[in-house]
């Protein structure tokens, strides 16, 4: 029981949750409820099984990222996080390294199977390479200043960029983009693609560099070149700040549209669950000294992320 536990720990299960999650709402929230008429066979058994399938493959390509990051990170966190290092204490190394083969290649399996049945052919090589990049983040890239935030921002984003693929929707043509040729809006599809992988990916690179502030005394003892180490905490907080104005300032555009729209509820949301928390964090932001202080911003940004994915019900409303 003792080893099950720790194995959760190492894949992260409640992240793993949250990503079957944005997958899920997306998928039946948003795309679904694009459908014009209900055309086509979207609510077919053959096809949620394959969503499902695709949800599974993203689950094992997270899981076994971060089986990896923890294996080569073994000896940071064990400055920055001793009492939650599992590698090598409660997991031997070389089942780690097993576990994150036999994910990785149960992911990709199920990729080609879902392009091979969908004749969605991104899928397939998109998610190889998410394998890779995961691979490379943890060796070299998450010692690199700014790449590897961007790397799992980016990755973040593509949790919901997958589903606009699978679903049948196109890299942007406006001369191929005729709506006689989809079964559902594509503009509205594209549209809300770029809206929550967007807010993913911002809110995704403002907590990896908070995590980068909370980290860096261990970072530092191993010449990571990570951003507050390279330009110093100040700097890293400016810019993390940044981000924050920008992603208040997009959510306030939104809910302005929102409100004038006649959808008070969505409105009202968005500055409860997301503008007034972003304020909050942007206060705490400069407030914090301590290891402590950016753990407890990096958990509200995440609940930020999360109450970002789960507007998406207010689309199917």
Not at 32 to 37: D, G, K, P, R
Request: proline share 3%; charged share 15%.
């Amino acid at each position: 029981m003792k080893l099950f536990a720790a194995f959760l720990r190492l894949i992260r299960w409640p992240n793993l949750v949250f990503i079957a999650l944005t997958q899920w709402l997306f998928y039946f929230c948003i795309v679904q409820s694009l459908y014009i008429n209900n055309a086509g066979n979207s609510n077919s058994p053959q096809n949620n099984q394959l969503f499902y399938l695709l949800m599974a493959a993203s689950v094992f390509i997270a899981a076994a990222g971060y089986i990896i990051n923890d294996y080569f990170d073994l000896k940071i966190d064990s400055v920055n996080k001793p009492d939650k290092v599992v590698v090598d204490r409660v997991v031997k190394r070389r089942w780690a390294i097993m576990w994150h083969l036999i994910l990785s290649a149960a992911g990709m399996a199920i990729s080609a199977y879902i392009s091979y049945k969908t004749r969605k052919w991104i899928i397939f090589p998109a998610n190889v390479g998410c394998v890779l990049l995961l691979w490379l983040y943890s060796t070299t890239f998450k010692r690199k200043l700014l790449i590897g935030n961007i790397i799992i921002a980016a990755l973040t984003a593509w949790v919901i960029v997958v589903v606009y693929f699978y679903a049948g929707a196109t890299l942007i043509n406006y001369k191929g983009w005729l709506q006689s040729s989809y079964p559902f809006y594509i503009k509205k599809l594209y549209k809300y693609t770029i809206l929550f992988a967007g807010f993913a990916f911002v809110v995704s690179l403002i907590r990896e560099v908070v995590k980068d502030i909370e980290d860096m005394y261990g970072d530092a003892q191993y010449q990571c070149k990570t951003m507050p180490i390279e330009w110093g905490v100040p700097a890293a907080k400016v810019f993390v700040a940044v981000w924050i104005v920008v992603c208040i300032g997009s959510l306030s555009i939104i809910q302005l549209y929102a409100w004038q729209s006649g959808w008070w509820y969505v409105a009202l949301y968005i500055i409860a669950a997301l503008i007034v928390p972003l304020m909050i964090i942007l206060r705490k932001l400069f407030k914090a000294t301590t290891p402590p202080d950016y753990h407890r911003i990096s958990s509200m940004v995440k609940l930020v992320m999360l109450a970002g994915i789960v507007s998406m019900v207010m689309v199917r409303m």
